[in-house]
């Protein structure tokens, strides 16, 4: 596994959580690292991503909403999710590539609902 997701969970409407992803130096050093999201019956879409200069890039829907940044040191990258919605509700998943996702995590679940 060159890629672990953490800090999923449920939450209510309005509400906050942070992912994390770490990985492998070999992998954080070379790529993009970011995140995609997969909702039930629904193609597995972009959400953010982030250069390991800082440069970061989101999704209209959760700009001013969502942020993503890197550790390089830790190897570790955080999506904070503020505001949250149920249209939020997906697994999201930690990618890492350059051009394309090259590599994946598993996953970990995200529930908006009150």
């Known amino acids: 596994v060159q890629l672990v997701e953490s800090g999923g969970g449920l939450v209510q409407p309005g509400g906050s959580l942070k992912l994390s992803c770490i990985g492998s130096e070999s992998i954080f050093s070379k790529n993009i690292i970011g995140w995609y999201r997969q909702a039930p019956g629904k193609q597995r879409e972009f959400v953010a991503q982030?250069?390991?200069?800082?440069?970061?890039n989101l999704e209209d829907s959760v700009k001013g909403r969502f942020t993503i940044s890197r550790d390089n040191a830790k190897n570790t990258v955080y999506l904070q999710m503020n505001s949250l919605k149920s249209e939020d509700t997906a697994v999201y998943y930690c990618?890492?590539?350059?051009?394309?996702?090259?590599?994946w995590g598993q996953g970990t679940q995200v529930t908006v609902s009150s």
């Open positions: 990618f890492a590539g350059y051009s394309s996702p090259k590599y």
């Open positions: 982030i250069t390991r200069g800082g440069g970061s």
